[in-house]
Protein backbone atom coordinates (compact mmCIF):
# COMPACT_ATOMS: atom_id res chain seq x y z
CA UNK A 1 0.00 0.00 0.00
CA UNK A 2 1.50 3.46 -0.76
CA UNK A 3 2.31 5.33 2.29
CA UNK A 4 1.59 8.57 2.55
CA UNK A 5 3.52 12.12 3.26
CA UNK A 6 2.67 14.04 6.45
CA UNK A 7 1.72 17.50 6.53
CA UNK A 8 4.84 20.16 6.59
CA UNK A 9 7.38 20.03 9.82
CA UNK A 10 8.89 22.89 11.14
CA UNK A 11 12.56 23.22 9.96
CA UNK A 12 14.98 22.59 11.61
CA UNK A 13 18.80 23.10 11.80
CA UNK A 14 21.27 19.63 12.49
CA UNK A 15 24.24 19.26 13.15
CA UNK A 16 27.00 18.56 11.27
CA UNK A 17 29.16 21.86 9.17
CA UNK A 18 30.43 22.16 5.59
CA UNK A 19 34.16 22.67 5.19
CA UNK A 20 36.12 23.94 2.71
CA UNK A 21 38.63 22.34 0.97
CA UNK A 22 41.30 20.24 3.17
CA UNK A 23 45.10 21.97 2.59
CA UNK A 24 46.38 17.90 2.49
CA UNK A 25 44.44 18.26 -0.82
CA UNK A 26 46.88 20.38 -2.18
CA UNK A 27 49.44 17.40 -1.91
CA UNK A 28 48.29 14.55 -5.17
CA UNK A 29 47.71 18.31 -7.00
CA UNK A 30 50.85 18.86 -6.85
CA UNK A 31 52.47 15.40 -7.11
CA UNK A 32 50.10 15.72 -10.21
CA UNK A 33 51.80 18.53 -11.42
CA UNK A 34 55.25 16.90 -10.63
CA UNK A 35 54.35 14.09 -12.42
CA UNK A 36 53.67 15.52 -16.00
CA UNK A 37 49.61 15.08 -15.83
CA UNK A 38 48.60 18.72 -15.53
CA UNK A 39 49.82 21.76 -16.34
CA UNK A 40 50.04 24.78 -13.95
CA UNK A 41 47.00 26.23 -15.37
CA UNK A 42 44.77 23.78 -14.76
CA UNK A 43 46.16 23.72 -10.89
CA UNK A 44 44.69 26.94 -10.63
CA UNK A 45 41.69 26.38 -11.77
CA UNK A 46 41.11 23.63 -10.07
CA UNK A 47 41.86 25.48 -6.97
CA UNK A 48 39.48 28.32 -8.18
CA UNK A 49 36.57 26.22 -7.94
CA UNK A 50 37.58 24.52 -4.46
CA UNK A 51 37.61 20.96 -6.28
CA UNK A 52 39.37 18.76 -3.88
CA UNK A 53 41.98 15.92 -4.97
CA UNK A 54 42.34 12.29 -3.46
CA UNK A 55 43.58 9.24 -4.36
CA UNK A 56 46.54 8.69 -7.56
CA UNK A 57 44.63 9.46 -10.80
CA UNK A 58 43.83 13.08 -11.54
CA UNK A 59 41.76 13.90 -14.30
CA UNK A 60 41.15 17.54 -14.70
CA UNK A 61 38.00 19.39 -16.71
CA UNK A 62 40.29 21.00 -19.17
CA UNK A 63 37.95 23.77 -20.25
CA UNK A 64 35.71 24.02 -17.86
CA UNK A 65 37.73 23.99 -14.95
CA UNK A 66 34.46 22.87 -12.73
CA UNK A 67 36.38 19.97 -10.48
CA UNK A 68 38.06 16.68 -11.51
CA UNK A 69 37.42 12.95 -11.36
CA UNK A 70 39.32 10.47 -8.92
CA UNK A 71 39.61 7.11 -9.51
CA UNK A 72 41.92 4.22 -8.68
CA UNK A 73 41.82 4.76 -5.28
CA UNK A 74 41.99 0.88 -3.17
CA UNK A 75 42.71 -0.72 -6.79
CA UNK A 76 39.93 0.35 -8.22
CA UNK A 77 37.07 -0.60 -5.14
CA UNK A 78 36.22 3.37 -4.59
CA UNK A 79 35.90 6.12 -6.81
CA UNK A 80 35.05 9.67 -6.33
CA UNK A 81 33.63 12.57 -8.23
CA UNK A 82 34.59 15.74 -7.16
CA UNK A 83 32.40 19.09 -7.74
CA UNK A 84 32.67 22.57 -6.99
CA UNK A 85 33.20 24.01 -3.43
CA UNK A 86 35.34 20.68 -2.10
CA UNK A 87 32.51 18.06 -2.68
CA UNK A 88 32.95 15.25 -3.38
CA UNK A 89 30.95 11.89 -4.42
CA UNK A 90 32.21 8.71 -3.32
CA UNK A 91 31.18 5.38 -5.07
CA UNK A 92 31.92 1.96 -4.09
CA UNK A 93 32.06 -1.10 -6.58
CA UNK A 94 29.60 -3.92 -5.50
CA UNK A 95 31.27 -6.76 -5.00
CA UNK A 96 30.53 -9.52 -7.87
CA UNK A 97 28.71 -7.14 -9.26
CA UNK A 98 28.56 -4.67 -12.68
CA UNK A 99 27.47 -1.50 -10.56
CA UNK A 100 28.59 0.89 -8.35
CA UNK A 101 26.52 2.28 -5.41
CA UNK A 102 27.29 5.59 -3.04
CA UNK A 103 29.37 5.25 -0.17
CA UNK A 104 26.81 7.53 1.36
CA UNK A 105 23.28 8.84 1.37
CA UNK A 106 23.62 11.90 -0.98
CA UNK A 107 24.27 15.20 1.44
CA UNK A 108 22.72 18.49 1.02
CA UNK A 109 26.20 19.96 0.18
CA UNK A 110 25.92 17.70 -2.96
CA UNK A 111 22.45 18.67 -3.45
CA UNK A 112 23.72 22.37 -3.53
CA UNK A 113 26.98 21.92 -5.86
CA UNK A 114 24.82 20.54 -8.71
CA UNK A 115 21.57 21.99 -7.75
CA UNK A 116 22.33 24.97 -6.61
CA UNK A 117 19.55 25.21 -4.00
CA UNK A 118 18.21 22.90 -0.86
CA UNK A 119 15.19 21.59 -0.08
CA UNK A 120 15.56 19.85 3.08
CA UNK A 121 13.86 20.84 6.26
CA UNK A 122 16.25 18.98 8.70
CA UNK A 123 19.33 21.53 7.87
CA UNK A 124 22.96 20.42 8.00
CA UNK A 125 25.48 20.28 4.76
CA UNK A 126 27.04 16.97 5.74
CA UNK A 127 23.31 15.77 6.53
CA UNK A 128 21.62 13.64 3.95
CA UNK A 129 19.15 16.25 1.35
CA UNK A 130 15.60 14.95 1.81
CA UNK A 131 11.73 16.38 1.14
CA UNK A 132 13.20 15.53 -2.78
CA UNK A 133 10.58 13.65 -5.48
CA UNK A 134 11.54 10.80 -6.90
CA UNK A 135 10.99 13.29 -10.12
CA UNK A 136 13.13 16.18 -8.54
CA UNK A 137 15.98 13.13 -8.32
CA UNK A 138 15.76 12.63 -11.66
CA UNK A 139 16.55 16.47 -12.57
CA UNK A 140 19.31 16.01 -10.39
CA UNK A 141 20.84 12.94 -12.23
CA UNK A 142 20.16 14.84 -15.39
CA UNK A 143 22.41 17.78 -14.27
CA UNK A 144 25.10 15.56 -12.85
CA UNK A 145 25.63 12.98 -15.41
CA UNK A 146 25.87 16.38 -18.02
CA UNK A 147 29.23 17.42 -16.28
CA UNK A 148 31.99 16.80 -17.52
CA UNK A 149 33.65 15.47 -14.96
CA UNK A 150 31.01 13.03 -14.62
CA UNK A 151 31.54 12.01 -18.85
CA UNK A 152 34.95 11.74 -18.34
CA UNK A 153 34.67 9.49 -15.43
CA UNK A 154 33.10 6.50 -17.55
CA UNK A 155 30.27 6.00 -15.37
CA UNK A 156 26.38 6.86 -15.68
CA UNK A 157 24.84 7.55 -12.64
CA UNK A 158 21.67 6.69 -11.52
CA UNK A 159 19.43 5.51 -8.96
CA UNK A 160 19.11 1.54 -8.20
CA UNK A 161 17.27 -0.62 -9.02
CA UNK A 162 15.76 -1.95 -5.13
CA UNK A 163 16.59 -5.52 -5.88
CA UNK A 164 20.64 -3.71 -6.70
CA UNK A 165 19.82 -1.68 -3.16
CA UNK A 166 19.11 -4.63 -1.36
CA UNK A 167 21.79 -7.01 -2.29
CA UNK A 168 24.28 -3.70 -1.94
CA UNK A 169 22.33 -3.69 1.89
CA UNK A 170 22.92 -6.98 2.98
CA UNK A 171 26.46 -7.04 2.27
CA UNK A 172 26.37 -10.66 2.10
CA UNK A 173 24.15 -11.14 5.14
CA UNK A 174 21.35 -13.96 5.24
CA UNK A 175 19.31 -12.32 8.62
CA UNK A 176 17.12 -9.10 8.38
CA UNK A 177 19.73 -6.58 8.58
CA UNK A 178 23.59 -6.17 7.07
CA UNK A 179 26.59 -7.88 7.86
CA UNK A 180 29.50 -6.30 8.88
CA UNK A 181 33.16 -6.30 7.99
CA UNK A 182 34.06 -8.61 10.81
CA UNK A 183 30.97 -11.22 9.58
CA UNK A 184 28.95 -10.28 12.20
CA UNK A 185 25.09 -9.53 11.12
CA UNK A 186 22.95 -6.74 12.52
CA UNK A 187 20.16 -7.70 14.63
CA UNK A 188 17.48 -5.35 15.98
CA UNK A 189 19.26 -5.58 19.25
CA UNK A 190 22.24 -4.44 17.89
CA UNK A 191 20.58 -2.02 15.14
CA UNK A 192 21.52 1.48 16.48
CA UNK A 193 25.44 0.57 15.83
CA UNK A 194 24.93 1.11 11.49
CA UNK A 195 21.37 3.25 11.86
CA UNK A 196 19.48 6.23 12.74
CA UNK A 197 16.33 5.40 13.42
CA UNK A 198 13.10 6.15 15.82
CA UNK A 199 14.81 4.76 19.25
CA UNK A 200 18.12 6.97 18.90
CA UNK A 201 17.48 9.39 16.18
CA UNK A 202 16.35 12.11 18.47
CA UNK A 203 13.55 13.31 16.12
CA UNK A 204 16.13 14.75 13.35
CA UNK A 205 18.05 13.27 10.30
CA UNK A 206 22.17 13.19 11.64
CA UNK A 207 25.58 13.45 9.28
CA UNK A 208 26.52 10.73 7.02
CA UNK A 209 28.95 8.32 8.07
CA UNK A 210 28.68 8.24 11.99
CA UNK A 211 27.73 4.85 12.27
CA UNK A 212 29.39 1.89 11.33
CA UNK A 213 29.33 0.80 7.44
CA UNK A 214 28.74 -2.40 6.10
CA UNK A 215 30.45 -5.30 4.84
CA UNK A 216 31.06 -3.43 1.38
CA UNK A 217 31.80 -0.19 2.99
CA UNK A 218 28.38 1.72 2.95
CA UNK A 219 27.18 3.99 5.22
CA UNK A 220 23.59 4.64 6.55
CA UNK A 221 21.91 1.74 4.42
CA UNK A 222 19.68 1.17 7.25
CA UNK A 223 17.72 4.52 8.55
CA UNK A 224 18.71 8.24 8.43
CA UNK A 225 16.32 9.25 5.43
CA UNK A 226 14.35 6.30 3.41
CA UNK A 227 15.81 6.26 -0.13
CA UNK A 228 14.21 6.21 -3.15
CA UNK A 229 14.78 3.32 -6.09
CA UNK A 230 14.27 3.20 -9.84
CA UNK A 231 11.66 0.33 -9.22
CA UNK A 232 8.26 1.12 -10.11
CA UNK A 233 4.63 -0.90 -8.92
CA UNK A 234 2.33 1.28 -11.29
CA UNK A 235 2.29 5.05 -10.33
CA UNK A 236 4.36 4.70 -7.78
CA UNK A 237 8.41 4.34 -6.89
CA UNK A 238 9.55 2.09 -3.89
CA UNK A 239 12.01 3.54 -1.33
CA UNK A 240 14.04 1.40 0.52
CA UNK A 241 16.07 1.14 4.45
CA UNK A 242 13.49 3.16 6.78
CA UNK A 243 14.45 6.52 8.27
CA UNK A 244 14.93 8.42 11.28
CA UNK A 245 11.29 7.89 12.44
CA UNK A 246 10.92 4.70 11.42
CA UNK A 247 10.57 1.87 13.85
CA UNK A 248 13.10 -1.13 13.58
CA UNK A 249 11.02 -3.63 11.95
CA UNK A 250 10.60 -1.20 8.87
CA UNK A 251 14.11 -0.43 8.53
CA UNK A 252 15.02 -4.63 7.54
CA UNK A 253 16.93 -4.74 4.28
CA UNK A 254 14.10 -5.92 2.48
CA UNK A 255 11.85 -3.46 3.57
CA UNK A 256 10.17 -1.10 0.65
CA UNK A 257 7.86 1.68 1.03
CA UNK A 258 5.94 3.28 -2.38
CA UNK A 259 5.10 7.12 -3.08
CA UNK A 260 4.00 8.90 -5.71
CA UNK A 261 6.94 10.52 -7.88
CA UNK A 262 6.09 13.69 -6.67
CA UNK A 263 6.23 12.68 -2.93
CA UNK A 264 8.79 14.91 -1.36
CA UNK A 265 8.92 13.76 2.31
CA UNK A 266 11.32 14.89 5.26
CA UNK A 267 12.41 11.53 5.69
CA UNK A 268 12.82 10.74 1.86
CA UNK A 269 15.96 10.87 0.49
CA UNK A 270 18.75 9.11 -2.10
CA UNK A 271 22.00 7.12 -2.88
CA UNK A 272 23.56 7.04 -6.12
CA UNK A 273 23.94 4.50 -8.10
CA UNK A 274 26.34 4.07 -11.47
CA UNK A 275 26.73 1.85 -14.17
CA UNK A 276 30.02 1.64 -16.41
CA UNK A 277 33.96 1.08 -15.59
CA UNK A 278 35.44 4.20 -13.74
CA UNK A 279 38.66 5.21 -15.99
Known amino acids: RPARARGPRKRRRCGGNFAGPDPAAREPRQAALEAGLVSQQEVQRVDAADAVAVGRKVFVER????????ADREQGREFALALPR?????????????YWMG??????????????RNPSESEGADNPVE???????????NKLNARPAAKASGLVF????????EYACRAGATGKYCKLA???????????????????SDEMTHPIGEKKPNAFGLYDMHGNVCEWTATADGEYRVASGGGWTYKAESC??????WFDLSTQYY????????SGRAD
Not at 103 to 116: D, I, L, N, R
Not at 131 to 141: G, K, M, Y
Not at 182 to 200: H, K, P, R, S, Y
Not at 267 to 274: H, M, P
Open 158 to 165: RLPEADEW
Open 267 to 274: VIGFRLCA
Open 86 to 98: GVELAMVRIPGKD
Open 103 to 116: KFQVTQAQWEAVMG
Open 63 to 70: EEGLGMVV
Open 252 to 257: ESSHRC
Open 131 to 141: NVSWDSCQRFL
Open 182 to 200: DGTEITEETLGEVAWFGEN
